[in-house]
């Protein structure tokens, strides 16, 4: 099945409203995810690589609302038209089985009063009927999968260290075979060492189960490693979308540029600078291309109007008024 489409973003509007003010945190973005791949999210902190995870998964709350755009996720057999399902619909249908979503600083979700066992018993109460011992056998082989020992289903949360719920959590949004996982920032918050080993470890997962991964993260060492692909995101918008050996050796979009260009290189004696200035507010973005005020090639029709989606080739798009044909 690689290559087909397992989930279509189409021109997707999706923000906080706060008062009369509209942070338009997810500005027009269009996306097609294809089966198996790992996706990479990548962007400056507050460009809106979160919401966007989370208008994909559908858990929207005020003051977040979706304005406009429409998300379908096809499985082999299915189609869900998620942005026409009520949250309540989404919990019944479609979250946990066929999409599953490990929230940014996730290791934190979860109830420290209540035993890891005791987790995974009500999520196989709530989402299958099979029986307690073999409730018990599932989650004893995620969470060893995940390098965690067997007697962790008997600890509280607060037993643990970050990295150990890091991983419940991962292993409670794999339990029942998602198509599509989208994890946010899934191993900022713990150290370097563990952080390598907790994405080994998902990666195996995910080579085995083929399931499709939107890692978000911004650290562009990850992405490098990790993805398949890679989408820019900038100021509420996507900017570039490609393979990531691609992206990385010929980024075409200006910001793009800067990100690879600030990436330390082995042998560098100084520290590589990254981009000037900073993003804007995105209740009162710039006119035109968001990026305009902080890009190097920056041309009058930048600062008038948004620029389009170019197709560069296949599974190659970037939108930049420097390769559109006039
Ligand atoms: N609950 C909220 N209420 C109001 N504004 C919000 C809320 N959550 C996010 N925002 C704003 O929306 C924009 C996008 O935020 P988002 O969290 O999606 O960015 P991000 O790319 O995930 O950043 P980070 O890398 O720091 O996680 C930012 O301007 C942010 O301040
Ligand atoms: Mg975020």
């Not at 109460?125 to 082989?141: F, M, Y």
């Not at 959590?169 to 029942?176: H, K, M, N, R």
């Not at 260009?261 to 004696?269: E, F, K, Y």
Request: proline share 6%; net charge positive.
């Amino acid at each position: 099945m690689s290559g087909e489409t397992i989930l279509y973003v189409d021109d997707v509007r999706a923000g906080y409203s706060i008062g009369r003010r509209f942070i338009d945190a997810v500005s027009g973005v269009t996306l097609k995810l294809f089966y198996g791949e790992i996706f990479g999210l990548a962007g400056e902190s507050g460009c809106g690589k979160s919401t966007l995870l989370r208008i994909i998964y559908g858990y929207i709350e005020p003051p977040l609302r979706r304005v406009k755009g429409s998300i379908i996720l096809r499985s082999k057999t299915e189609e869900f038209r998620l942005h026409e399902l009520s949250m309540d619909e989404l919990k019944g249908r479609v979250w946990w089985r066929y999409i599953t979503w490990i929230p940014q600083g996730a290791m934190n979700v979860l109830n420290p009063t209540i035993r890891v066992r005791d987790h995974f018993i009500e999520m196989f109460r709530l989402h299958s009927n099979i029986d307690k011992r073999e409730a018990h056998k599932i989650t004893v082989e995620y969470l060893e999968a995940l390098g965690l020992s067997r007697e962790v289903v008997d600890a509280y949360p607060t037993q643990l260290s970050g990295g150990m719920r890091q991983r419940v959590v991962i292993a409670l949004a794999l339990l029942f075979n998602p198509i599509l996982v989208l994890a946010d920032e899934p191993t900022s918050a713990l150290d370097v060492v563990t952080q390598r080993v907790l994405l080994e470890q998902l990666l195996k997962l995910q080579e085995k189960f083929n399931f499709t991964l939107v890692l978000v993260s911004h650290d562009m060492d990850v992405h490098g490693v990790l993805t398949n692909r890679i989408g820019i995101m900038y100021a509420g918008k996507i900017v570039e979308v490609g393979p990531t050996g691609k992206v990385f050796a010929e980024p075409l979009h200006p910001y793009t540029k800067a990100l690879i260009a600030a990436l330390p290189r082995l042998g560098d004696r100084i520290t590589r600078k990254g981009l000037s200035g900073s993003p804007p507010d995105l209740s009162n973005p710039p006119p035109g291309c968001r990026f305009h005020p902080r890009c190097p090639y920056a041309m009058d029709v930048c600062r008038r109007e948004e620029p389009p989606i170019v197709d560069i080739e296949k599974n190659r798009v970037v939108s930049c008024w420097l390769y559109v044909k006039r």
